[in-house]
Each structure stands twice: as structure tokens, then as C-alpha cells.
């Protein structure tokens, strides 16, 4: 007989190597028991609303919409819609999103920061792992090059570098200061990666933290990005929990608006990523 083709032992070693990497799946099971109570028992949890009026805009021009929907759902669908080329969610769009999405999106954010932001520096993914793979794809080239990414932190980041082939270097948030970035620890783990001959090209941030919920204070926010720019590297600012704040004395800045405000732009020599929900902006 033959040998079995597929064993652990011929499995893709970075793959293999993941396993050093991933934390307790808890949440993930968590979420998948609550999809099945939603699926065998209706109504057992509040979250039974779905797009149908965008995904079938048909549904508007019926007379029983009205009585089956709310008004406002009503309005805001119509309102989503006219966003969408010939008013339909189907087919493709641009490759970086629909443009009347992306117009809603920089001015949601313009209005946010008091900065401009250019709706064609956006780019629309489906969720926020299509883009992180992405950037890992632009910056890893080799196994010399790595990432600093913050411990603790969530595993699609240190599994992101792992499966590229890059070297993980990691930084520890100060649990006595709010989980914030001591600046000492980081250039420490930043020369001690170089003086093994490692490539270190970029800056990961969780800001707001996950798992940690901490949430940076601006003074430590300035000090990275000046930081970022000393070192050359990549900042990757992951900012998809930002309404999600529960410390009293503290409020959300996005690393775009700390840069500007440091008077910062394109024209710089490093550059600022910054994933929001589904959102990567330039």
C-alpha cells in the first residue's frame, strides 16, 4: 500500500508552526453555539435583522413593505442603495469598493479627525483579514524580514507573520501602565531583532487593545508614531474597536489624526495603515 499523502509530518511547517502561536478558541466556539441557538431556536437572541430590502431592493416597491419593515429601515435602505451603481448590492464594483461607499466613509472619517481624507486613498475589503494578509504580503519578502506585534494580542496577527514565512518579534504592553507601549521595551526588541540580522519593517498597534480593552493615551500614541519614524518602519494601526471604549477618563484618537496633527503626511518616509472594520485607509 501506498503512503499516506497528506500526515502531520508533511504538512506545511508554517502551518505546524501556527500551533505555538494560537490562543484558547473559547470565543470562536462561543459564537458558533450562539449561531446555532439563533438557527434552532428563533428569537432567543436580538439579532435576527438582515439586509433583504438592500439585497433585494424589489421588496421597496411592494405595497406590504411597509407593514413588515419600520419606516426608518425603509429610508435607510433606499438611502444605501443610492450609493450602489443602478441600485443593486450584486455583481462587482470597483476594486477598492463601491465609490459612493468610500465618498460616505473619508467624509465619516474627515469628520471625525478635523483632517481630510481622500475617498481614493480607501479600500474595501470583506472583513479586516483579507487586508492585514495583504499588507503582510506587501512588506514580508523573506524569513529575515519581521514585525513587531504587541503580546498580548489577537492570533490573526501573529499567524498572518507566521504563515508568511516572516520572524515575529514581539513587544510586551505594560500591564502596570494601562497596557501601554513602554518605548524603552520597544527599541530594545527592535535592536535586539536587528542585531540578529533581522528586517524589522513594521509596527503593529491594537488600539483600542484586544485582547487587553486598553485604550492609548496621546502622548503614547506621538511617541510611536515619532518612533515609527526614527526606525522606518511601517505603522499598522489596528483601530476596528474604537466605539467599543469602557474606561471612563479615556477617548479614542486615530493614529491618522495624531499624525497630521504632528504634521505628518504622504510625503513622509513611513507610512500609517490603519484597519478599521472592514476598512484600510492609506
Known sequence: ????????????????????????????????????????????????EVL?????????????????FSSDAIAKARKILDLFPWRTTGGYSHCQGTEGLRDVI???????????????????????????????????????????????????YTSSVVLQGATLVPYYLD???????????LKQQLDGARSKGVNVRGLLVINPGNPTGHVLVEANQREIVEFCRKESLVLLADEVYQENIYIADR??????????????DEGDIFSILLFRFQWVLW
Open 175 to 185: 500591564e502596570s501602565r494601562g497596557w501601554g507601549v513602554r518605548m524603552s521595551d
Open 251 to 264: 477617548k479614542f484618537k486615530s493614529f491618522k489624526k495624531i499624525a497630521r496633527s504632528m504634521k505628518f
Open 106 to 156: 473619508a467624509a465619516g472619517i474627515t469628520s471625525r479627525d478635523g483632517f481630510h481624507c481622500n475617498a481614493e486613498d480607501i479600500f474595501l475589503t470583506d472583513g479586516s483579514a483579507p487586508p492585514i494578509r495583504m499588507m503582510m504580503h506587501l512588506l514580508i519578502r523573506n524569513e529575515k524580514d519581521g514585525i513587531l506585534c504587541p503580546i498580548p494580542s489577537h492570533s490573526l
Open 52 to 68: 433583504a430590502l438592500c439585497d433585494y431592493p424589489h421588496l421597496l416597491e411592494r405595497s406590504e413593505t411597509n407593514s413588515l
Open 1 to 48: 500500500m501506498a503512503p499516506c499523502a497528506l500526515t502531520v509530518d508533511s504538512l506545511n511547517p508554517k502551518v505546524l508552526a501556527l500551533a505555538d502561536h494560537l490562543g484558547n478558541a473559547a470565543i470562536a466556539r462561543r459564537a458558533q453555539c450562539i449561531q446555532n441557538e439563533i438557527e434552532t431556536k428563533p428569537g432567543s437572541h436580538p439579532f435576527d
